[in-house]
């Protein structure tokens, strides 16, 4: 289910790229992540815990990043053209790193309960978020491009 979100988010980016503007593709991903998270911590508590209904969320939150993730990735490369081989590779850093933290310390906190596991995830999906408008602010322009040029 989440290789199928992928696959249609990063076919559904493609079909976007140069037709919408970067920072609204990033805030339609957003859109889809928030919600998807808020529905799934709501079922995680309104209702047990059960495998049938619990990946589809994933499948749609997987979409909604791979929605997005392609844009932040040239985004990044821009801020640094001269030096995109740099840019590039410490992204893939920063990014394992944090995979292997939240892997090797925050998942194992909340993999005993389907409820800590949908509020751990929305909390992640905040961190990127809230980094996300940090960024907006640092740096205004990114993502602002016109269109057609």
């Given amino acids: ?7 249609l988010g990063s076919f559904a ?5 140069g037709r919408i503007q970067p920072q609204k593709q990033i805030r339609y991903g957003f859109s889809v992540m928030v919600v998807v998270s808020l529905v799934n911590v709501a079922a995680n508590f309104l209702f047990a815990p059960h495998a049938l209904w619990a990946l589809l969320p994933i499948a749609i939150f997987a979409f ?15 801020l640094y053209p001269e030096r995109r081989g740099m840019a590039s590779s410490m992204q893939a850093f920063i990014g ?3 995979n292997g933290i939240v892997a090797g ?3 194992p906190l909340v993999m005993h309960s389907a409820r800590a596991l949908a509020v751990a995830s929305l909390g992640m999906m905040c961190v990127g ?3 996300w408008v940090f960024l907006r602010k640092r740096w205004p322009e990114t993502g602002r491009i016109m269109m057609g040029t």
């Avoid at 980016?13 to 790229?17: E, N, Q």
């Fill in 129 to 131: 978020l809230v980094a």
């Fill in 13 to 17: 980016s493609g079909r976007l790229a």
């Fill in 64 to 78: 909604g990043w791979a929605l997005m993730v392609p844009v932040v990735t040239l985004l990044v490369l821009d």
């Fill in 96 to 98: 394992s790193a944090a």
């Fill in 105 to 107: 310390a925050v998942a």
């Fill in 1 to 7: 289910m989440t290789i199928g979100g992928i696959m």
